[in-house]
């Protein structure tokens, strides 16, 4: 009595896993791209721009073991 009760009631995440399981089923995984391609040149230059942006910080570690980035440079304003 209490199980066939029980049944109709599924919470919102096992819901959604039950929906989203059946477009997996149809659809297939998400990401099907391949990883062994070219770079384009907006990629380079993206990563070009990321890592100089990366390169003007540093880190510093607290001695309780926490970590924050201050500037390398304070005066540089050049990516901020």
Same mark, same amino acid.
């Given at each position: 009595?209490?199980?066939?009760s029980?049944? &109709?009631?599924? /919470?919102? #995440?096992?819901?959604?896993?039950?929906? $989203?399981?059946?477009? %997996?089923?149809?659809? &297939?995984?998400? /990401?099907? #791209?391949?990883?062994?391609?070219?770079? $384009?040149?907006?990629? %380079?230059?993206?990563?070009?721009?990321?890592?100089?942006?990366?390169?003007?910080?540093?880190?510093?570690?607290?001695?309780?073991?926490?970590?924050?980035?201050?500037?390398?440079?304070?005066?540089?304003?050049?990516?901020?």
């Amino acid at each position: 009595m209490g199980k066939a009760s029980s049944e &109709g009631k599924d /919470n919102a #995440s096992q819901r959604f896993m039950r929906a $989203t399981g059946k477009l %997996r089923a149809i659809f &297939g995984p998400a /990401n099907r #791209s391949s990883l062994l391609h070219d770079m $384009t040149e907006e990629n %380079r230059r993206l990563l070009a721009q990321r890592e100089a942006e990366t390169r003007q910080w540093d880190t510093v570690t607290r001695p309780d073991g926490s970590t924050y980035v201050v500037p390398r440079n304070p005066d540089d304003k050049s990516l901020r």
